[in-house]
């Protein structure tokens, strides 16, 4: 079945560090990727998607690409914020006729002042 | 715009007791999705309905189970409580079925069972 797989955590960096947050899957078709943001005591956010090879999505100055020969959108920021703490989930879903979504565990992001 | 709403926001019960979760949806949105969070297995799609049919469901047992009503606003239903069903429930709504269509999460219920 489909699954992802995102790198292990939690991860600490300075403000205005470049983050790069893993995340791979496996699945049959070609699925639509998915980064997800939780910040405490919330539920999730869509932070951004790709929905074809080669997509890039962004959004609040993370990018991901979707790459089909490395099965991979990996989430990437070129200098974090405090304000960017938060849990990040990679997640896909299949493009037929249902929206369900498979997540990754999900990794802690702390940006210390 | 109204966001996805969740009632109640806590809840507390004791093992073998059955609770009722309730989500409303964004306004026009017609499918709903539910979701149980946990510390171990992170998050599980319980299942989803569009226009008061189940489409799918993921691998939970028959205790779990849930219902859409005309207006989309759905309800799920866990029986006989174990210690293992306390997590945070989450809801999302979408207007359409297909995995292209975004969802919009609700701040969810957190379970506890004693």
């Known amino acids: 079945g489909d699954s992802v797989t995102q790198m292990e955590g939690p991860v600490t960096l300075s403000e205005e560090a470049f983050l790069t947050i893993n995340c791979t899957y496996t699945?049959?078709?070609?699925?639509?990727l998915f980064w997800y943001v939780q910040y405490p005591g919330e539920g999730l956010q869509l932070l951004l998607k790709?929905?074809?090879?080669?997509d890039k999505g962004s959004n609040k100055g993370f990018e991901a690409t979707y790459r089909k020969e490395t099965t991979s959108f990996h989430l990437e920021k070129g200098s974090v914020q405090v304000s960017d703490s938060a849990v990040y989930f990679c997640?896909?879903?299949?493009?037929?006729?249902?929206?369900?979504?498979?997540f990754g565990k999900g990794i802690t992001l702390s940006v210390r002042p | 715009k109204a966001g996805v709403t969740q009632t109640p926001r806590y809840l507390i019960k004791t093992r073998g007791q059955q609770v009722t979760l309730s989500c409303s949806p964004i306004?026009?949105?017609?499918?709903v999705s539910w979701y149980q969070q946990t510390p171990g297995q992170g998050l599980q799609f319980l299942f989803e309905?569009?226009?008061?049919?189940?489409?799918n469901k993921g691998n939970f047992p028959g205790r779990f189970s849930g219902r859409q009503f005309s207006n989309s606003r759905s309800e799920m239903n866990v029986s006989t409580l174990e210690l293992g069903d306390s997590a945070l429930y989450l809801c999302?709504?979408?207007?359409?079925?297909?995995?292209?269509?975004?969802?919009?999460f609700g701040p969810g219920t957190r379970l506890t069972v004693l």
């Open positions: 699945a049959t078709g070609y699925p639509s």
């Open positions: 997640a896909l879903s299949d493009t037929g006729a249902n929206s369900k979504l498979t």
């Open positions: 999302a709504s979408s207007w359409g079925t297909s995995g292209l269509t975004e969802q919009f």
């Open positions: 790709a929905t074809k090879a080669d």
């Open positions: 309905y569009f226009s008061e049919t189940q489409r």
């Open positions: 306004s026009g949105h017609r499918s």
